[in-house]
């Protein structure tokens, strides 16, 4: 059975490394893992003012999360944390009070950044916040990609000792979903 992802990348540039990084791990990620880009940056600044009547790209947002079996957050680094448009749509997932689009949700963090540490910083706090929200966060394996040119070829990674590291994350994030997802067992 394949199990749908909804990916957040927290990068809004359509030529991002993350984004080039989620739609190459896409293709790695099948059969067993189908990873849907969902967009963000049509949503607008969290406003509580905005819960009543919400916005119909925050509807649509909200909707791509819940129908999703699992989330993947694919985050840039910048200044030593996540991107506030990452943020953003943490909040409107959250938001209004009771419909909480996250919780419950398994979920994984991987990111790419040019810089040396790979996004390890902005994993860091990423974690404490979607945790925050309520989501079954798996904590190993980790990817910090240090993006290089070259290491995405026309949507294809090409270093084949990074492939077989994806595909074992991609098996490891489906056994994660499977078990948080397992029905709970009676005694």
Excluded at 7 to 31: C, E, M
Excluded at 71 to 98: D, H, M, Y
Aim: charged letters at 20%.
């Amino acid at each position: 059975m394949t199990v749908k992802v909804a990916v957040v990348v927290g990068s809004l540039r359509k030529g991002s490394v993350n984004r080039l990084f989620a739609q190459a791990l896409t293709k790695i990620a099948r059969p067993k893992l189908d990873l849907q880009i969902v967009e963000i940056g049509e949503l607008p600044l969290y406003d509580q003012d905005l819960e009543t009547e919400l916005p119909a790209s925050v509807v649509r947002f909200k909707q791509q999360i819940e129908s999703a079996d699992a989330v993947l957050f694919v985050t840039p680094e910048f200044n030593r944390s996540f991107s506030a448009a990452l943020k953003n749509a943490i909040e409107w997932g959250s938001r209004p009070w009771g419909r909480n689009s996250w919780a419950g949700k398994p979920s994984a963090i991987v990111g790419a950044t040019l810089g040396a540490v790979g996004t390890a910083a902005a994993q860091s706090q990423l974690r404490s916040v979607v945790s925050a929200v309520g989501t079954a966060l798996t904590a190993q394996p980790e990817i910090y990609l240090n993006f290089r040119e070259g290491l995405i070829v026309d949507g294809e990674i090409t270093d084949e000792n990074f492939v077989s590291l994806l595909k074992d994350w991609s098996e490891q994030f489906a056994d994660w979903i499977a078990r948080v997802r397992a029905p709970a067992l009676s005694f």
